[in-house]
């Protein structure tokens, strides 16, 4: 019994929920302004994008078009193991288009720069990045966010889409993790 309490994680609040959706909506702002006329492709990187990704997209009113991309470099730790891998690939041609990749977070810049460089191969008219979260403090590989949300300190955080081992996304706050 002892063990369990000792090894509970702890959770505090560091992003409310009613935070979170005030900066949704002016990144959809933001995002409008710069697609009107446009048929943007969304490309969410699964799994911690798509809570952030399902606001966003219901703040715009742009006939876009969405897609997933499912990047591993963690497994089941708290820190990235420096390879990526696509899990699971894109079904749009993204050729020609307008992209917006929606990024829950942006951490060592290691996945997210492997994922643009891997998009830009693709040669889309545009490729932009929105990332609900940034940990600058934690950068190894120099990443530009277009549209950015919050820049967090060098904490574990969840919720709201991020998890820890595949837990806390369901939180509607982001939290940092502690045990």
Known sequence: MLYE???????????????????????AGEI???YQGKQPLFIGVLKGSFVFMAD?????????EID????SSYGAGKETSGK??????????IEGRDVLVVEDIVDTGITISFLLNYLKRKKPASLRLCALTDKPSRRRVPVSI???????????IVGYG?????????????????S
Not at 84 to 93: D, E, F, N
Not at 146 to 156: H, Q
Not at 162 to 174: A, S
């Open 146 to 156: 277009d549209y950015l949300g919050f820049s967090v300190p060098d904490k574990f």
């Open 32 to 34: 409008k302004k710069d």
């Open 68 to 71: 997933f991309i499912k990047l």
């Open 5 to 27: 309490m000792v090894s509970q994680p702890q959770l505090k609040v560091l992003i409310a929920c009613e935070e979170i959706a005030k900066v949704v909506a002016r990144l």
């Open 56 to 64: 966003l997209v219901r703040q715009l009113d742009l006939p876009l």
């Open 84 to 93: 990526v891998r696509v899990v699971q690939g894109l079904k749009t041609p």
């Open 162 to 178: 991020l998890d820890f081992d595949e837990k806390f996304r369901y939180l509607p706050d982001i939290c940092e993790l502690s």
